[in-house]
């Protein structure tokens, strides 16, 4: 029986990986006391956390992280608010992870976001959202490599 349930263990620690995506809680989220509550509502909906680091983006870090908007007028502003105060960066792991953390975050504006998710209930406007999540399974992949080295994801 001691075999049996250890062997168990073993299965469930080397199962290979699903599906990751990755996710940062913006400043104004940890500024307004809503990490814990988000971080609960990840688990809740069935995601492991297999990597996450409570840290601030350099200037520097945060213009690279979102060069992809460089052209746009709220580039200065978005890399402006990603400094501001720090962060917690993550990556979740769980079957469909992208699409489910999409649909867990809900609409970029917290004004068109369905009741229940992450940005209806903590964020305070299009601009200051609560999280950050991977929008492809290409860009979770440059996203988690981008803050995480291989040996902190476990």
């Known amino acids: 029986m001691k075999c049996l349930s250890l062997r168990k263990i073993i299965v469930k620690t080397n199962k290979m990986a699903t599906n990751r995506t990755f996710t940062m809680l913006k400043p104004d989220a940890i500024e307004n006391g809503h990490m814990g509550k988000i971080l609960d509502m990840i ?49 979740l792991e769980k079957d469909n992870a992208v699409a489910d953390f999409r649909a867990l975050i809900g609409a970029t504006d917290p004004a068109e976001a369905a009741d229940g998710t992450i940005r209806k209930l903590y964020a305070e406007s299009k601009g200051r959202n609560a999280t950050h999540g991977s929008d492809s399974d290409e860009n979770a992949q440059i996203e988690s490599d981008f803050h995480f080295s291989a040996a902190e994801i476990f």
């Not at 909906?45 to 996450?52: E, L, P, S, V, Y």
């Not at 409570?54 to 890399?79: C, N, W």
């Open 43 to 91: 688990i809740e909906a069935g995601f492991d956390i297999k990597a996450m680091k409570y840290t601030r983006l350099t200037e520097d870090q945060a213009k690279k992280f979102y060069e992809v908007h460089a052209e746009r007028p709220f580039y200065g502003e978005l890399v402006e608010y990603m400094t501001s105060g720090p962060i917690v960066a993550a990556i």
